[in-house]
């Protein structure tokens, strides 16, 4: 009976992380068209790991937090953060500049699939035929809803490809260092080195930029502006990327990416249909359709890791 409720539990708080982060992650980019109207990108980002390390470096200094960097995969927990938010949301930042929103789409629509294959290749995971077939179905689903929309553009620079392919890369290397140093640190702890190591550089960019104290009066000029911004750092950041720390602790980095990322695509479309105003057709609801067949195709995997 124990175990069975064991069992229980740890699918409930499964459930419950994996619900935050989609949340968060599908609704974040609202937020940001809306101080990316006032703001430059990296001025963006420099405020908001800013606010999000603030929120850790007071526990942290009150000694309420507590980080043993003595430990074995001390590596893993500083590449974890260098990989994203650092190298991931610059390379992407740009990629999106340099291409189409449809094509940048597209390309993080395989960042599942390409963390499975770097997992097997470094860190010698052991594919699933539930699974990949699960990443085939939600990668179809993204290609599907993005390929037939009227929108559809397939403009872009080489320059823009090459960015998107190592942000691909740099997310999926993320999850599996993360997943790595969850074995010796908890999900607090790799948030927050995540967020020290985002704040110093997008802080270091932002001034290089030519940006001063400005990145951080812009968004205390308005209420919206400054809910939008504690929307990003606090909830986008601080809760939802400690969630998902927490959740790769428990299932394979792949199968997270994979139900995280597509939820969050599906949440982020009907938000923007139903908040932006954005077009949809069949194409929308076929795509989602087989995008949510692998979503419960992952979820049966998922299962038998937490089993």
Same mark, same amino acid.
């Not at 993080?108 to 294959?117: E, F, H, N």
């Given at each position: 009976m124990n175990n069975l409720n064991g069992k229980s539990n740890n699918m409930g708080l499964t459930i419950f992380l994996i619900a935050m982060v989609s949340i968060g992650w599908g609704v974040a980019f609202i937020s940001l068209a809306i101080l990316l109207e006032v703001m430059a990108p990296m001025q963006v980002l420099a405020v908001r790991w800013t606010t999000t390390a603030v929120l850790f470096l007071i526990p942290v200094l009150a000694g309420k937090?507590?980080?043993?960097l003595r430990k074995k995969n001390v590596v893993f927990l500083f590449l974890a953060g260098l990989f994203e938010p650092c190298a991931y949301s610059i390379l992407e930042a740009y990629g999106i500049k340099m291409t189409s929103a449809s094509i940048s789409a597209?390309?993080?629509?395989?960042?599942?699939?390409?963390?499975?294959?770097?997992?097997?290749?470094?860190?010698k995971h052991r594919a699933n035929l539930k699974l990949v077939v699960s990443l085939v179905l939600t990668f179809l689903g993204v290609v599907i809803a993005t390929f037939f929309s009227p929108v559809f553009s397939a403009s872009g620079t080489r320059t823009g490809m090459i960015c998107m392919t190592f942000g691909v890369i740099a997310a999926s290397m993320y999850s599996l260092s993360s997943k790595k140093a969850s074995s010796d640190f908890d999900a607090v702890s790799v948030t927050a080195i995540m967020a020290f190591e985002g704040a110093i550089l997008f802080n270091i960019i932002s001034l290089c930029q030519g940006h001063g104290l400005d990145t951080?009066?812009?968004?205390?000029t308005s209420v919206k502006l400054l809910? /939008?911004?504690?929307?990003?750092?606090?909830?986008?950041?601080?809760?939802?990327?400690?969630?998902? /720390?927490?959740?790769?602790?428990?299932?394979?980095?792949?199968?997270?990416? /994979?139900?995280?990322?597509s939820l969050?695509?599906?949440?982020?479309?009907?938000?923007?249909i139903m908040i932006m105003g954005d077009i949809w057709g069949w194409y929308t609801v076929v795509g989602l359709g087989i995008t949510l067949i692998g979503v419960w195709l992952s979820t049966m995997r998922m299962k038998d890791d937490l089993n």
């Open positions: 937090i507590k980080i043993n597209i390309f993080v629509a395989t960042i599942p699939s390409m963390t499975l294959v770097l997992g097997i290749i470094f860190f951080f009066i812009i968004p205390f809910i /939008n911004l504690l929307f990003l750092g606090v909830f986008c950041a601080f809760a939802s990327y400690f969630c998902f /720390n927490r959740l790769l602790s428990y299932v394979d980095a792949a199968l997270a990416n /994979n139900i995280v990322g969050s695509t599906i949440i982020g479309v009907v938000c923007g």
